[in-house]
């Protein structure tokens, strides 16, 4: 299946510093990308839809100046969390469809996500 | 919001199958089921996915009752590496935007 790579596999920062996680499908091209957070022993939960060219659609309760998305790219989607705290410690996740044959097979690719910890 | 019902957790012999349940009783006509799985600390693998018929792949099969409103996930020889959360998930199957919202899923323990 197609690959979506995420970095850094885990980050640890300081409370009130910004923290970028990329997320790139390295063998396709995604017009779409998602953002999952995971907190331990829970689902994940979708926080945003990430849109190549324009503005992400944020899930309710997902504050958009917190959690900042940028999609340059066909294949890369950046989340940046903006002043972080120890509560924004947790798993993100990203996921992708190859625009191509994407919506023929429906299935979304996952990253082997990011885990953040705030101090 | 996700749309399944799943019971929380399975235990299974290794080498036997494990038929994994789903409830989607409010499925609509255009929408899929998909599964996936997620082992500890790792991002969810695609395992399957269909509308009504029975699919089969390499890794499971999916039998979808005639009503839709429910589906079974079967690993058939179950191996210890297959521990992990099992997740149903449904939802249309073309259009780009569309997005997988995750239940709570099924912990599967596949025991020596």
């Known amino acids: 299946g197609a690959v979506v790579s995420q970095h850094p596999s885990w980050v640890i920062c300081k409370s009130g510093t910004s923290v970028k996680i990329e997320c790139r499908s390295l063998d396709f091209q995604a017009t779409t990308m998602f953002w999952y957070r995971q907190f331990p022993k829970q689902s994940l939960m979708l926080m945003a839809t990430s849109n190549e060219g324009s503005k992400a659609t944020y899930e309710q309760g997902v504050e958009k100046d917190k959690f900042l998305i940028n999609h340059a790219s066909l294949t890369l989607s950046t989340l940046t969390v903006t002043s972080a705290h120890p509560e924004d410690s947790s798993f993100y996740i990203c996921?992708?469809?190859?625009?191509?044959?994407?919506?023929?097979?429906?299935?979304?690719?996952f990253g082997e996500g990011s885990r953040l910890t705030v101090l | 919001d996700a749309k399944t019902t799943q019971p929380t957790s399975m235990d299974c012999a290794e080498g036997r199958a494990a038929n994994l349940p789903c409830n989607h009783s409010?499925?609509?006509?255009?929408?899929?089921v998909y599964w996936y799985r997620q082992i500890h600390s790792q991002g969810p693998q695609y395992i399957i996915h269909g509308l009504k018929n029975n699919e089969t792949n390499e890794m499971a099969s999916l039998i979808i009752t005639e009503d839709r409103k429910s589906s079974t996930l079967i690993l058939p020889h179950a191996t210890l590496r297959d521990t992990a959360v099992y997740y149903c998930i449904v939802r249309p199957h073309l259009g780009t935007g569309n997005q997988f919202y995750f239940g709570t899923g099924t912990s599967l323990t596949v025991i020596p």
């Open positions: 996921s992708a469809r190859d625009y191509r044959t994407g919506p023929n097979t429906g299935e979304l690719f």
């Open positions: 409010t499925i609509s006509g255009n929408e899929y």
